[in-house]
Nanobody
């Protein structure tokens, strides 16, 4: 049974930083790509960042490029999302997901975490 558990969300002022973590278990972590998505109230779930199984390739939504960094530690079965220069429009529930390719499409991912709330105040 694959489990993904996010942590690190919270309330931060605009311009601040947060680091999200997602701990995975249940299958060989280093064999799968990982992604971060987010969903704000009343909006569709959107791609934020993705990373290949090796960590050698990373992908970002235009809205977060230059501010967010995705990384992974295969020895710890954990993927991270470092978020800097946060803006109120980054407020959302953030989800990590695991799949075969670091795709931008949610339906391409097999497993999802429960989400962690990020709130950025102005």
């Amino acid at each position: 049974q694959v489990q993904l558990v996010e942590s690190g969300g919270g309330l931060v002022q605009a311009g601040g930083s947060l680091r999200l973590s997602c701990a995975a278990s249940g299958r060989t972590f280093s064999s799968y790509a990982m992604g971060w998505f987010r969903q704000a109230p009343g909006k569709e779930r959107e791609f934020v960042a993705g990373i290949s199984w090796s960590g050698g390739n990373t992908y970002y939504a235009d809205s977060v490029k230059g501010r967010f960094t995705i990384s992974r530690d295969n020895a710890k079965n954990t993927v991270y999302l470092q978020m800097n220069s946060l803006k109120p429009e980054d407020t959302a529930v953030y989800y990590c997901a695991q799949g075969r390719d670091s795709n931008t499409v949610p339906s391409e991912y097999d497993y999802w975490g429960q989400g962690t709330q990020v709130t950025v105040s102005s």
